[in-house]
Structure formats: C-alpha cells, structure tokens
C-alpha cells in the first residue's frame, strides 16, 4: 500500500544534542511537510518542500532544518533541542489540486520525540 | 489567506447519539475544504474532503459533511456514533495553490458507553 512512513516512531535524545528524523513516501507526491504537533494542539507548520523548493514558515525558530534529498525522502534536524520542542512531529504529502485530488495532505503515524 | 475556527473545543455523546461537529471557514475563493480524525498517538486520517457539486459529501467511518457556502460553513455529522470515534477532529482549509493549508484548533470527541 502506498503509504507515508515515518522513523522512529518514538526519539527520546538529551537537551542540546542534535536529533534528526525521518520520513518517506511511496505515493510520489511533490509536495512534503513537517509539522510540529504538542498536546490538545493542531498541528503547526514547521516547513514544507515543493519538489525541491524549501518554504520556510515565518515562525519556525532557525533550530530546526530540513532536508529533502530525493522526491521519496524528508528529514527534520533539530539541532539543539529545547525541552520545549519535546512534541510529536508528522510529516504530510501530497499533490497539487487538480493533479490528482484536492490536494488533501497525507499524514505518517508521527514521531514523538521526548527531550531529557 | 484563509483561517478556519470550530467553536467546540470538546463535545461529549453517548454512544449511539447523533453527532454534528461545526467548523467555519474564511477564504476569499471557493475552498477545498477536509476533515480528519487524530487517535492518540497517530497520525490524521483523511475523513472526507470538498470542493465542488453535490454540497453534502459522504465519508469513511459512516461520516458525512455539509458544505453552506451561505454561512461559509463545513459541518461534520454523523447519524448514530460508536465508542470507537473517541478522538479529536480536525476542519481544515486548502488553498488554490496546494501549498497552503490551514487546520483548525479541533474539537475533542468524547463517547459515553
């Protein structure tokens, strides 16, 4: 089944020790994103990837990265993460409407990541 | 840029009972509009999704939602709920573009047995 994966399912790394995680897709979307979800919260856009374009949210603090090597592959860097980024993060594809649907976003069963 | 609001932050229903959760939207053109549900600890599945023709749209799960373009609303309903629904449901707005899609805040969902 086509599908969008994320790992680990659960991270659990020190105050300021660098962390990445990881998220693939086999539906060949263009589009990719990462968002930041703590708890009783909607989601929050951290960035997303158009094929190869990065857009940045305005509000996304500069700790955290992104890299989109090839259409498959999505990672989320936090480089010195705060007790505060301690959240679960998901990442979501999709297609541009008209393409194939409406654009609705696919989601990966998310990663939480814990903070010590 | 569109916005999108539900009013409840949390609804409780006995099982059984009927069920409309109530989102509202703001966006300047005709929005492609969703709903999906988040259990705790995964992901958000797709429950429906809207953009054009027949303003009531059929689900997964038994779920249905009504488009009212009048009251810039996409209200979510289902007939008769199941334990089972107990999650948080998100409304959500997408723009022309693809690239801009705002969620709502989300309503919590509780089932008494």
């Known amino acids: 089944d086509a599908m969008v994966i994320q790992n680990p399912r659960y991270q659990v790394t020190q105050f300021g020790k660098p962390v990445t995680l990881s998220c693939s897709q086999t539906?060949?979307?263009?589009?990719m994103y990462w968002y930041q979800q703590k708890s009783s919260q909607a989601p929050k856009l951290l960035f997303h990837?158009?094929?190869?374009?990065?857009?940045n949210e305005a509000d996304t603090p500069d700790n955290f990265q992104s890299r989109r090597p090839n259409t498959s592959f999505c990672f989320l860097d936090i480089r010195s993460p705060g007790l505060g980024d301690a959240a679960m993060y998901l990442c979501?594809?999709?297609?541009?409407?008209?393409?194939?649907?409406?654009?609705?976003?696919?989601f990966g069963p998310g990663t939480r990541l814990t903070v010590l | 840029a569109q916005s999108v609001t539900q009013p409840d932050i949390h609804i409780t229903v006995s099982e059984g009972a009927s069920l409309e959760l109530r989102c509202n939207y703001s966006y300047g053109a005709t929005p492609y509009l969703f709903w999906y549900v988040q259990s705790p600890g995964q992901g958000l599945q797709l429950l429906l999704k809207y953009f054009s023709g027949d303003t009531l749209v059929q689900g997964i799960k038994g779920f249905e939602a009504e488009f009212k373009r009048s009251q810039s609303s996409f209200n979510l309903r289902k007939p008769s709920v199941h334990w089972s629904d107990a999650a948080e449901y998100f409304c959500?707005?997408?723009?022309?573009?693809?690239?801009?899609?705002?969620f709502g805040p989300g309503t919590r969902l509780s089932v008494l047995p």
């Open positions: 979501a594809t999709s297609r541009v409407p008209g393409t194939s649907g409406l654009g609705e976003q696919f």
């Open positions: 959500a707005v997408g723009a022309t573009d693809g690239q801009n899609f705002v």
């Open positions: 539906l060949n979307h263009n589009v």
């Open positions: 990837y158009y094929d190869k374009d990065f857009n």
